[in-house]
């Protein structure tokens, strides 16, 4: 990966701009589909879950009341006082008049019409009352079921055993109704000790077929039941299954829908209460299709999701390309430019950056022409300038060879000072006319002392120039006549042109020359002085130009020894100014030792 990356940092600024981009977009999206998968993942279980317990709930509803049903039928004999009453007369035998058949026969009609009131045409529900064991009233036919066998039934102990509202549910039992066995192999019955005083108890059965009948209606795959509180199925549309533990029930725990697992495949397991007694309704949903319409939905979603990102991608690299098609065009044109060839435009226009970059290049482009049209103006200019210039030194040197002659004459005939002022001049003159920047400093050391030299034959008063040069600085190379200005300065403002000394000094300090003027004149005050190092700054920070004086054999002042120096040496020259009134003047420069000076 990192060398990829490291490979892509030199590929064009294009190809890096698209694929920063694809990773831009791929990422989010890499992150998106994997959280919205996750998310979904639960949305769908939940979606799911929730649509399982409707279902279970609207079932739950009809189940709910055929129990019902089964304990309205209980409940009113406890309610209905005639009814109370004819049982009470029919159990104890105790009757309010001596013709005791005859109220009997009313009494048992009274119970019979009653139990076919609550029994209404087309209902299955089997009603059953038992007296002292022996007396039995119900609502079918002997010959379908002989109700003395209840009396056999292991769950009748039970009944015996309940108090007032309470009742007995035993659940599910093969159909005893013989008529009706074709219907339902299995018959649901509920038990329920009759109202105190009253030896009795009543029994309630229905057809199992009446429960799962709403359970035929689910999808294919699908699978409900009823489950009693001990974990067995009650009801359920395969008559095989009934009775048989359901152990699946276990792993659903206090949760109302779970994913649970058999024969290596997933369902969803919901379970919803039966609130007339401790029985469950339970579903069991394979888990793909219970999630196939809801994954269905946001598959689409995605799907659409998916080609809209791809429509987007293409046209984002279409906008990308035609985007940074300037810049690539751009790029040619530099690579050209780079090959010599600066008759190349780009013609890139526009009101964006790149249309104004496009112009700025093509702008520089013709600037750089122009350029070059005039500097190949100036350097035949030059050329010319530098001719007339050795030209016009032909003149110096005819003067420098005719004061040679001069002096080799007067020499000749004893004037021994006479030729030596002349020689110095000559020297002096000579060195006016070298074209070189720099020389070393023995010989500036050399032109000061023939320049004080040529001013003591001026004056009456003659100066004397002490020299105190270290060895190892005789050969730095050092700006031409530097010197001179300030040892004139010496010689006409310091001494006034009057007797004097002046001492010259020069040492290295590690990569530094210091070099030291000082003279025994007249010196400066201080407000003078003042004024001359204000103006030095000034000139050090580029605010003023130097002057040309008008006085001194060489038209150089102190700003402009200055100026010069800054402008060779940089912020390393610095000069450093002394003086007292009567006591003389100090000047000292210090500059970087030259590397060249090895080689004069």
Request: glycine share 6%.
């Amino acid at each position: 990966m990192m060398r990829w990356l490291r490979s892509l940092w030199f590929q064009s600024f294009r190809t890096k701009l698209m694929v920063v981009s694809v990773l831009c977009i791929l990422l989010p999206a890499l992150v998106t589909m994997v959280v919205y998968n996750y998310l979904t993942r639960d949305a769908v279980r939940e979606q799911a879950a929730s649509n399982a317990q409707q279902t279970l709930q609207l079932v739950n509803g009809h189940v709910t009341n055929a129990l019902n049903h089964m304990m309205y039928l209980c409940n009113y004999i406890q309610v209905d006082q005639d009814m109370l009453m004819a049982l009470k007369q029919i159990g104890t035998g105790r009757y309010t008049t001596d013709n005791v058949l005859y109220e009997e026969y009313q009494a048992r009609r009274q119970v019979t019409n009653t139990i076919d009131s609550l029994t209404y045409a087309g209902d299955q529900s089997f009603y059953t009352i038992v007296l002292n064991d022996a007396l039995f009233m119900m609502n079918y036919q002997i010959a379908d079921f002989d109700p003395r066998n209840l009396l056999k039934e292991p769950w009748i102990d039970s009944v015996k055993g309940l108090s007032g509202f309470q009742s007995y549910w035993a659940g599910t039992s093969p159909t005893a109704f013989q008529a009706f066995r074709k219907i339902s192999p299995y018959q649901l019955t509920v038990g329920r000790k009759l109202p105190e005083g009253i030896n009795g108890y009543v029994v309630v059965s229905i057809l199992e077929s009446d429960i799962h009948k709403y359970f035929r209606n689910l999808p294919p795959g699908h699978e409900m039941m009823l489950v009693d509180g001990t974990g067995r199925i009650v009801s359920h549309v395969d008559p095989g299954r009934i009775g048989q533990p359901f152990t699946l029930l276990q792993q659903a725990g206090t949760s109302r829908s779970n994913i649970v697992t058999m024969q290596d495949k997933e369902y969803l397991l919901s379970v919803s209460d039966i609130r007339v007694n401790s029985w469950k309704l339970v579903s069991l949903t394979p888990y793909k299709s219970a999630i196939a319409k809801i994954n269905a939905i946001f598959q689409n979603v995605f799907t659409f999701q998916l080609i809209s990102f791809a429509l987007f991608f293409g046209l984002l690299l279409l906008a990308l390309r035609a985007f940074t098609s300037p810049l690539v065009k751009l790029d040619k044109v530099a690579v050209a430019v780079q090959k010599g060839n600066l008759e190349v435009r780009s013609s890139i226009r526009g009101q964006d950056e790149i249309g104004r970059l496009g112009k700025s290049f093509d702008q520089m482009l013709d600037r750089i022409s122009d350029m070059i049209v005039q500097v190949t103006a100036t350097q035949a200019r030059k050329r010319k300038a530098e001719l007339d210039m050795l030209q016009a030194q032909i003149n110096p040197h005819f003067l420098f060879n005719v004061l040679n002659s001069i002096r080799m004459k007067v020499l000749g005939r004893g004037d021994r000072e006479s030729a030596d002022m002349i020689s110095s001049l000559s020297k002096l003159l000579r060195m006016t006319i070298q074209d070189n920047g720099t020389i070393s400093l023995h010989e500036e050391v050399e032109i000061v002392a023939d320049y004080v030299k040529l001013m003591n034959m001026r004056q009456k008063e003659k100066v004397s120039l002490q020299l105190d040069i270290a060895a190892d600085v005789f050969l730095e190379r050092v700006p031409r006549f530097f010197l001179q200005p300030i040892i004139e300065n010496a010689l006409i403002h310091g001494l006034s042109q009057q007797a004097g000394t002046i001492l010259l000094e020069a040492s290295a300090e590690g990569g530094t020359i210091r070099i030291r003027v000082k003279d025994d004149g007249r010196g400066m005050e201080e407000n003078e002085l003042a004024r001359l190092q204000a103006r030095l700054a000034r000139y050090s920070h580029g605010d003023e130009q130097p002057q040309t004086p008008g006085r001194g054999f060489s038209g150089i002042g102190l700003a402009n020894v200055y100026e010069r120096m800054r402008m060779t040496f940089g912020h390393h020259f610095r000069m450093v100014l002394a003086s007292e009134p009567g006591a003389g003047t100090e000047i000292t420069l210090y500059f970087p030792k030259q590397e060249e000076s090895a080689h004069v």
